[in-house]
């Protein structure tokens, strides 16, 4: 008796060894996209104790002084909450990956028969104990199938990861360029504000001299009212958009001074023709390769699942009525005569032509998407050219022969007023392509997964469902 007990307990740990035999956590962190691949990205810690210590993002030093693109990008990337959202999600899925890889719990029974009953079964003379351990064995490949399931959906946790990433670049640059742009609408509506203090002050000298009425007096404090009017709002909006800026790397309150960047730099866009090969680096259409292969593996689960389990047991039966002893054996298995799993076989086929047709969707979707801001983009920057070559010019010098006119008296206050208005607006239009044209730059970036002056002279990051990250380049805490 006492063999055999030893025996079932030798069984029951050499079950449960196997089953406890699984990997440590997969790797599902695909690789980066070209766009902002240098930078360091939070990735949460392994163990469960460290991520719950943890403050919801990855806490960056306060950013003071003058700020740089890339000091802000890498802030972002290290401490922006949505972005350290993600990155649980890629623990959660490698958790679920080393779940799928585990065996079911063998099954420890105990059974009393033919006691409290009448006759010679009365008491517990005649009764029969048995102590049985029972195990459950897939057929059909179910655990290795449940694994790559599991470990294909932890890729495309590592997708929507990347897709996030590349987002918060492009939000970020964009809300960079922002800044910079109200810092110069600021620095426009100072100057404004001057051009009209200035003439103000010119026709309170021809008033005094007597070379006109006193009522141009009061229509020159109208240009100057509106400019502080003008002033005020640009300083709020800049206030705004430093805000909106500095709540990327999750801080409320920007200590930084001012941003820097060359907001007149701008460049001719390569041919739209350029952009056709690099769609795939899209996260949202990189992340279709694998999503089909998910969807793949889940009907080859489903048929491995069609495969009845074999249920396998052993066990120790003592009769107390004559004190004898046996060994108790049994295999069983499910006949699979009306559920083959037809069904879910036959919904996963549908699932992985359903993914093939979302995959072109997406592709056609990114391609207008692409159309879109390469139009915005070749817009802003002939409007910019056009500007700045061909229109600002000659309204600044007009602005300036007028003004001399009209202190020589030889033109009158609405002439000056018409052509400050003119220049005034020609700045402001610039301003407002030059912000349109960053802002394009930075959406088309995101869009393609790459810088825009490297178009031309690299190969596209082709997607594939085995490409990983290299870690050594994120802060993973382990």
Same mark, same amino acid.
């Given at each position: ?148 399931? @599991? #470990?294909?959906?932890? !890729?495309? $946790?590592?997708?929507?990861? %990347? /897709? *996030? +990433? &590349?987002? =918060? ?57 509106? @400019? #502080?009017?003008?002033? !005020?709002? $640009?300083?709020?909006?800049? %206030? /705004? *958009? +430093? &805000?909106? =800026? ?57 048929? @491995? ?174």
């Amino acid at each position: 008796m006492n063999h055999t007990i030893e025996l079932l307990i030798c069984a029951a740990v050499g079950i449960g060894l196997a089953g406890c035999a699984s990997s440590p956590l997969n790797d599902s962190w695909v690789l980066r996209r070209p766009l902002g691949e240098s930078y360091e990205t939070y990735q949460p810690p392994r163990a469960l104790d460290q991520a719950n210590s943890q403050p919801p993002g990855h806490p960056v030093d306060e950013l003071t002084g003058d700020l740089s693109l890339r000091d802000a990008l890498a802030a972002a990337l290290l401490g922006n909450p949505d972005l350290s959202r993600f990155g649980y999600d890629v623990r959660a899925a490698e958790a679920r990956t080393v779940q799928a890889g585990l065996w079911s719990n063998p099954e420890l029974s105990l059974e009393i028969e033919n006691f409290a009953g009448s006759g010679a079964f009365d008491g517990v003379d005649a009764a029969e104990i048995t102590l049985s351990l029972s195990q459950s064995f897939p057929l059909g490949g179910d655990i290795k199938r449940r694994k790559d399931l @599991a #470990r294909l959906q932890g !890729r495309l $946790a590592g997708w929507d990861y %990347e /897709s *996030a +990433r &590349v987002a =918060l670049l492009t939000e970020v640059t964009q809300r960079y360029m922002d800044v910079l742009a109200a810092q110069r609408q600021v620095e426009l509506a100072r100057e404004s504000l001057a051009l009209a203090e200035q003439v103000a002050e010119s026709i309170g000298h021809r008033i005094d001299a007597g070379d006109a009425p006193a009522v141009e007096r009061s229509r020159a404090t109208v240009p100057v009212a509106t @400019a #502080r009017i003008a002033l !005020r709002r $640009a300083e709020r909006s800049l %206030e /705004s *958009a +430093r &805000v909106q =800026l500095s709540l990327t790397w999750g801080s409320s309150s920007p200590a930084f001074k001012t941003v820097m960047g060359d907001l007149d730099s701008v460049e001719a866009p390569p041919p739209v023709t350029a952009f056709a090969a690099l769609i795939s680096q899209n996260p949202d259409v990189a992340r279709w390769v694998t999503e089909i292969a998910s969807r793949q593996a889940e009907m080859e689960l489903a048929r @491995a699942e069609a495969v009845p389990d074999m249920t396998a047991g052993l066990g120790y039966r003592w009769f107390n009525e004559t004190d004898d002893s046996a060994l108790v054996a049994g295999v069983s298995i499910p006949l699979p005569v009306f559920d083959r799993r037809q069904g879910d076989v036959l919904a996963a086929r549908f699932g992985v032509a359903s993914a093939r047709n979302q995959q072109r969707a997406v592709e056609l979707r990114i391609e207008a998407a692409i159309a879109s801001a390469y139009a915005r983009l070749a817009n802003a920057y002939d409007e910019v050219v056009g500007l700045r070559d061909d229109a600002l010019p000659p309204a600044t010098q007009a602005y300036h022969d007028i003004r001399q006119a009209f202190e020589r008296g030889n033109l009158g206050y609405l002439d000056v007023l018409d052509a400050e208005r003119t220049l005034i607006g020609l700045r402001q239009q610039y301003l407002d392509a030059l912000a349109k044209y960053h802002g394009s730059v930075a959406e088309l970036e995101g869009l393609i997964g790459q810088p825009l002056d490297a178009v031309n002279t690299t190969t596209p990051v082709m997607p594939s469902i085995d490409s990983t990250q290299n870690s050594s380049k994120d802060n993973d805490h382990e």
